[in-house]
């Protein structure tokens, strides 16, 4: 975020002058060092970006990034850094026009406002059915070719073109064991920690890792559930150092631990019900999609249950 370019917003949008003094001298002044060992780098004043945790910091965002470049055909979706742009439509030609427009009109006000974009990580994908020989035409941004994947990440999220997240869900599973391998001393068969702290550093460090945004890739096939499931399961062996004729459903009933699906359709169903008292309206809008009937259906009715819908 340009410190003078937000100055340049507020005083556009007619904020109070002192409120505009304020802000000013909360963002100048600002310096940086680098240490290295024991070598310290020259003091180098902040021209951009704001203090991490203040609750001012969100707002401040919003102002900043109010004339972001809108297309009609474009749903923008920005979440700090992580940005990304979706739009939909049967013909490719028009997909790729339409991308390309917007990606023009977001490579000048990024110019315009000095906004920084790592065009390394900046890759498009096409979600679609079935397969098609036809060669895509490469987009360009910042005078850079965009070379079209079969896969992306964004927001902690491998997303295939075909949407079955298998990818996900063994980048979560490595990722899972990387974990494991790091904490295995505390949580050892025969380490002396008590069953129940292993248990909270499972619940607190190990599980979020697998379901992690579970309302999103429920959907995948039952095959890949099972192998997260298997995950669970070893740990949970190792953990309560069960001999092998123990089965795996009665560890998790003795020890009061959810099978993992489960767990959730008990995360997602919170999600979900959440979505219907939220004020945003692309948000509160989920829960209608979700309701639709077709072929593919949303990852609540995928996991079999049904939400109330609310009186008008």
Known sequence: MWHKGLIVRLIKYQ???????????????????????????SVGNIQAGTPQGSSLIPTLYNIFNSDFPRNDKVFNCLFADDSAILTQGSNFRFIIKTLQSELDSIEYWCTKWRVAINTVKTKPILFRKGHSSKVLKTLSFMEEDLTWENQVKYLGLILDSKLPFRQHAKYKSDKFWNKVHMIIPLIGRHFPLSLNIKLLSFKQILRPILTYSAPIWCIIAKTHRRKIQILQNKILRMMTNSPWFVRNDFIHRDIKIEMIEDHVKNISRKFFTQLQDRKNPLINGQVEYAHTKGKYPYPYSTIKWSLPLKPP
């Open 15 to 41: 904020f109070p002058g002192y409120l505009i003094k304020i802000i000013q001298r909360f963002l100048s002044n600002r310096t940086f060092q680098v240490k290295i060992n024991q070598i310290l780098s």
